[in-house]
């Protein structure tokens, strides 16, 4: 099956600074990536759809400004947490979309968790 | 926003029974997806319903849904120790759409 990395799987960080999640497709290309964030014990909220080569839609709620992605080629998307502050500390989560026989299936990272001190 | 409601929130058996998951949804929908999340790690993929299916069956996995009723149901049978996990139901309007998440059923499975 298609696999979908995530770097790094934890990070811890300084309140006000700046912190940038990869998210790859190994072994296929994806045009569309869509972000998800998690919080303890409670379900996934989708916080924005990835377009290689376009500008990101956001949810609504969802800063654009506050979390920028980046979708610059077919396997890599990036997702940059700026000026993260405490409340931002989260599980984030990617996944990538792929055709298969004219069939979407999604395939998710394994995810990265952030802790903002 | 949230799409799906799962109820129960929590369920906690014995290992060789059998857990059953409901989950319900506001829109018409594409397709209906389970997946299962160990405590921590990344979603894994259990199994895909179209609109147009009523019931699907995986190894031990038996997934029914119903449109009139917008809810659909999830059934592990003869549970074990290792299903352990939270289970979450997320609906697609869109073929390849993105997918909104319910909230999640906290399935324990003592040996």
């Not at chain 1, 609504?60 to 890599?76: M, P, R, Y």
């Not at chain 1, 998307?77 to 004219?102: N, Q």
């Not at chain 2, 319900?24 to 997806?33: A, F, G, R, V």
């Amino acid at each position: 099956g298609a696999v979908v990395s995530q770097h790094p799987s934890r990070v811890i960080c300084k309140s006000g600074t700046s912190v940038k999640i990869e998210c790859r497709s190994l072994d296929f290309q994806a045009t569309t990536m869509f972000w998800y964030r998690q919080f303890p014990k409670q379900s996934l909220m989708l916080m924005a759809t990835s377009n290689e080569g376009s500008k990101a839609t956001y949810e609504q709620g969802v800063e654009k400004d506050k979390f920028l992605i980046n979708h610059a080629s077919l396997t890599l998307s990036t997702l940059t947490v700026t000026s993260a502050h405490p409340e931002d500390s989260s599980f984030y989560i990617c996944s990538a979309r792929v055709t298969s026989g004219g069939r979407y299936e999604q395939f998710f990272g394994p995810g990265t968790r952030l802790t903002v001190l | 926003s949230q799409q799906g409601e799962e109820d129960p929130q929590a369920l906690s058996i014995q290992e060789g029974e059998n857990a059953t998951m409901n989950c319900s949804y506001k829109t018409s929908i594409n397709n209906l997806q389970w997946y299962r999340q160990n405590s921590g790690r990344g979603l894994v993929h259990l199994i895909l319903i179209r609109s147009n299916e009523r019931e699907k069956h995986s190894g031990r996995l038996r997934v029914t849904l119903d449109t009139s009723k917008k809810s659909s149901s999830l059934l592990i049978t003869a549970s074990r120790a290792a299903d352990t996990a939270s289970y979450f139901c997320a609906t697609a309007i869109n073929q390849g759409g993105k997918l909104i998440f319910g909230q999640g059923t906290e399935l324990s499975v003592k040996p």
